[in-house]
């Protein structure tokens, strides 16, 4: 089965900072990856689909990059509301294998 | 407006049984897949279960085969996991989501989220 890793597992970063999350594919899966958002307390939220397709109502400050094993999720200016965990998930085929999640917080 | 309403989680013995509902409206439930979720306390996600919309494609991953069983009723607009053999790690708040586009169209399987219900195994 494929693995998916993310890292960091966790990050701090100032309010108006550039963040990076990555997650890694053990074997390719093409540009079949999402990203997922969940908040302290929430359901998680579809953020980006197939790599870097952002979701209607999703803030421009987010993007999605990557193919094959890498890929990357981007906040270009971190904000409050932006503490959360986030998720990759692959699913190109079964297992839907989700990454172990990175959890934001602010500085 | 899309729904998602999940029911029947609780506390339960190991080795015990549960089955989970999930009640969907607002969208045309046949034409989506479907997969269950969950979410042990404090942890990240795990992917529990897949279905599509005709029922043909079921999969699981290794940690619940032959233990968990997914199915639909279409004319209910219901999805259901019946759980046995259930053990202390399957202890989660477990979700039912729609994928993001229908059968056919390539899209991510967290389209739309449930609230999530319970699952306590204990003694």
């Known amino acids: 089965d494929i693995q998916m890793t993310q890292s960091p597992s966790s990050l701090s970063a100032s309010l108006g900072d550039r963040v990076t999350i990555t997650c890694r594919a053990s074997?390719?899966?093409?540009?079949?990856l999402a990203w997922y958002q969940q908040k302290p307390g929430e359901v998680p939220e579809l953020l980006i689909s197939a790599a870097s397709t952002l979701q209607s109502g999703v803030p421009s400050r987010f993007s999605g990059s990557g193919s094959g094993t890498d890929f990357t999720l981007t906040i270009s200016s971190l904000q409050p509301g932006d503490v959360a965990t986030y998720y990759c998930?692959?699913?190109?085929?079964?297992?839907?294998?989700f990454g172990q999640g990175t959890k934001v917080e602010i500085k | 407006e899309v729904q998602l309403v999940e029911s029947g989680g609780g506390v339960v013995q190991p080795g015990g049984s549960l089955r989970l509902s999930c009640a969907a409206s607002?969208?045309?439930?046949?034409?989506?897949?479907m997969t269950w979720v969950r979410q042990a306390p404090g942890k990240g996600l795990e992917w529990v279960s897949y279905?599509?919309?005709?029922?043909?494609?079921?999969f699981y991953p290794d940690s619940v085969k032959g233990r968990f069983t997914i199915s639909r009723d279409n004319d209910k607009k219901s999805l259901y996991l019946q759980m046995n053999s259930l053990r202390a790690e399957d202890t989660a708040v477990y979700y039912c989501?729609?994928?993001?586009?229908?059968?056919?169209?390539?899209?991510?399987?967290?389209?739309?989220w449930g609230q999530g219900t319970l699952v306590t195994v204990s003694s």
């Open positions: 989501a729609r994928y993001w586009l229908p059968d056919g169209l390539a899209s991510p399987p967290g389209g739309y």
């Open positions: 279905i599509i919309g005709s029922s043909s494609v079921i």
């Open positions: 074997q390719g899966i093409g540009t079949y």
């Open positions: 607002g969208f045309t439930f046949s034409s989506y897949s």
């Open positions: 998930q692959k699913y190109n085929s079964a297992p839907l294998t």
